[in-house]
């Protein structure tokens, strides 16, 4: 199976005062606003690190559920939080904390389910940087 997905980004003016925007197709993202300030400073508006981070929360996510769902198990939730880390000009890191509700699932089946879907959901593989898993079964 083959997917495209697209987006665009707009920017006018220099690279510390100017500013920018985002749009998905799908439009949850609609003209959102970025800039130097909400990418190195506290400004209003998302950054593309903050974009990464959600697409690497969400991408794990998913494939840890087809994981668990191949492996004959239901999760109840899992809630996880990527921090991306922009360092020197490149990202550095992406530190993934998993907390997760799977009812049945013995923690050694459970480590070997994360540890793949670590290394083999779409936006893993697109990393050129450390990715580290910090996973909690409850």
């Known amino acids: 199976m ?26 949850v993202l609609n003209q959102t606003q970025y ?10 508006g998302t950054n593309p690190e903050e974009l990464v981070a959600a697409a690497h929360a969400g991408c794990f996510a998913m494939q840890l559920a087809f994981n668990i769902q191949q492996a004959g198990f239901a999760a109840d939730t899992l809630d996880v939080n990527c ?11 992406s530190v993934l904390t998993l907390k997760a509700v799977v009812p049945g699932l013995d923690k050694a089946k459970f480590d070997e ?26």
């Open 2 to 27: 083959k997917i495209t997905r697209n987006s665009q980004a707009h920017w006018a003016g220099t690279g510390k005062d100017g500013q920018g925007t985002v749009t998905t197709a799908s439009t």
């Open 113 to 138: 389910l994360v540890d793949h879907a670590e290394h083999n959901c779409p936006i893993s593989k697109l990393f050129n940087t450390t990715i580290k898993v910090d996973a909690t079964l409850a």
């Open 83 to 93: 921090a991306i880390t922009l360092e020197d000009g490149g990202i550095t890191s």
């Open 35 to 44: 800039s130097y300030k909400t990418r190195f400073e506290d400004g209003v």
